[in-house]
């Protein structure tokens, strides 16, 4: 009995530790199962948002190259034009040859802005990887190397956009480099420099392929050499010696472009340039560039502005170092800040912060002193110099009514003053007051703080423009009205000259106005930027009174014309809208026919873009490829034996490429015409 109560009492346990591992079995597989549903659920959810949104990827995948392929067209070159012709891969013997490639072998040189002198390009072309690229630096000069460093950085950046590396992953890079070599093997490439300058992280590692000791492409380096033995000159003046010469040469593999400059201007120039005899073949996904060149170049008119309004609409830092840097690479030399207005006063100024606070549209819509620093800063990579205007005494509204808050008095008048078209040109109205001496010591620090942030210079900004008597006249009926605006614009010139350290500048610009045909302004230092009609007779009037000029032409330079009136009531528009072709056709000097001596009296010229109707979604084809079209004539100024109104096709053609580089470096240039006639090139003129 004892034995049979035994075995049972281990059966029973037998029996539980067996349950119990049974039930941990089915436990750890219903975890198991309840996982991979939990799972294979996200995986389900995953997919159907996938399918459910194809369009998303799509995009994505165009937009990767900016410039779409065209595999099935091959071009070639006709009679110094190129010919569309459709490409079967698998039924024409012939390489496929891309537009651009073609476009840069056939007829004239393909820059813009067009040398100043006779250039020379081989019809040979090799290609390379932007890993290729090398700087060599020849200056005495440290500042100076460090400058070209700065430039060289940002080229090869550019170049990286071009060789469309900034829209691949580094597969896609290895893949591209690699599409002409079976099995390659890669190795580690960085851009070397010859200076005692360090090396920039831009210039950073890519990828290149190689098989054995085969490379990818038909160089295996591309220097660069950059020369500047005259002047250590970094600050912008006028007379900045601007020209240079650039060779190329082709020796065992190797390429050598040499760009010598007597300045940094000059060598940034040729860079640009440079940049411009290099393009991304997409048949072979390398760049191209020239076995050998040669080009002298120099500027025109010293002179190549743009102007900017950022009070009307505010602008990003970075949508304005997108426009620079397409300043750079058409050669404009003049960034016009047009930063305050009646409208609204962005600027933080470091001693009268009111005047944003009281002016700005908003918190996030100002810009500090770093913000104009970087810009700054920015622009002299470029070659460009940045010019800062707070236009005085009119358009000053909305930012100086705090005056009284502050026991300074009323520093400007008829603010928002109703009905706005008996004081003022457009609302909202203000003018600064002009017997008030807190308002000239407030201009006075505005104008120390801006020449500290933009630098040294020979030439500044005072506005002056439209100024409205009436407003002065409910003030100041028993005044010389116009006697009391010559005093304040003479006023502001002493308190310039104070805020530059007791030196006067040696050109002051101002908007040309009833007031400077009055000769109250000294023609010796001041300089009319004049905005009127081409036809006007104060054109002729302010070179016989010896004044130097700036041509801004409203029936020619205006960039914001032609888009319809934005108010109710009130001339609000200029029409008709400004073509590229009516900007470049414009050269006043020759219809005005200026003898030598008048000629020397215009500095050159500017495009201003005005922004009633103007924000940052329309800022890049509002400007370009326009401004561009100015750049040329200001640079180059090429003679033409057509019509007024025509202009030749080779010059459609070099645009037309000029914009495809834009649209290449991320701006979004307006088009030109229909993408038959980009293809087509001559067809549709």
Known sequence: MLLLRRLRYLFKMSLAVSLRRALLVLLSGAIFILTVLYWNQGVIKTQAYSEAQPRLHVQRDRNIDPIPLEKSWTYKCDHDRCVRVNYH????????????????TCGDINIWPHPTSKSLVSAHTLRFSVEDVHLRL????????????????????????????????HTDEISMAAASVSEPSFRLGLHKTDTDVAESPLAGSLFSATFGSHRVGDLDSLQVKLSVHGSDQLNFNLDNDESYKLSTTYEHRRILVHITAQTFFGARHGLSTLQQLIWYDDEERLLRTYVSSLINDEPKFRYRGLMLDTSRHFFSVDAIKRTISAMGLAKLNRFHWHITDAQSFPYISRNYPELAEHGAYSESETYSEQDVREVTEFAKIFGVQVLLEVDAPAHAGNGWDWGP?????????????????????EPPCGQLNPKNNHTYLILQRLYEEFLKLTGP?????????????????????????????????????????????????????????????????PNSQFVVQVWGGSTWQENYDLLDNGYNVIFSHVDAWYLDCGFGSWRATGDAACSPY???????????WERMRLDNKRRKQVLGGEACLWTEQVDEN????????????????????????????????????????????????????????????????????
């Open 457 to 521: 210079t020979d030439i500044f900004h005072l506005g002056g423009d439209e100024v409205n008597l009436d407003c002065w006249a409910q003030y100041f009926n028993d005044t010389d009205l116009r006697g009391l605006w010559c005093d304040f614009m003479l006023q502001s010139n002493a308190r310039l000259k104070l805020a530059n350290g007791n030196e006067a500048l040696r050109h002051v610009v101002v908007w040309s106005s009833a007031l400077t045909n009055t000769k109250c302004l």
């Open 89 to 104: 891969k698998n039924e024409d013997n012939a390489k496929r040859v891309s537009f651009i490639s073609c476009s840069m």
């Open 138 to 169: 020849d200056s005495p000069h440290r500042d100076v190397r460090k400058q070209l460093k700065l430039a060289f950085d940002w080229f090869i950046k550019e170049l990286r956009q071009i060789q469309r590396l900034d829209y691949a992953s």
């Open 578 to 588: 400004r073509t590229w072709q009516n900007v470049y056709k414009h050269r006043p």
């Open 405 to 425: 808050k502050r026991g300074l008095g009323e520093l400007s008048l008829c603010i928002n003053q109703q009905p706005w078209s008996f004081y003022c040109g």
């Open 618 to 685: 329309q800022l890049d084809n509002r400007l370009w490829p326009r401004a561009a079209a100015l750049a040329e004539r200001l640079w180059s100024d090429p003679n033409d034996d057509h019509d007024f109104d025509i202009v030749p096709p080779e010059v459609f053609r070099r645009i037309s490429l000029f914009r495809n580089r834009l649209v290449e470096l991320g701006i979004k240039a307006e088009a030109l015409f229909p993408k038959y006639c980009v293809q087509n090139p001559g067809e549709c003129i």
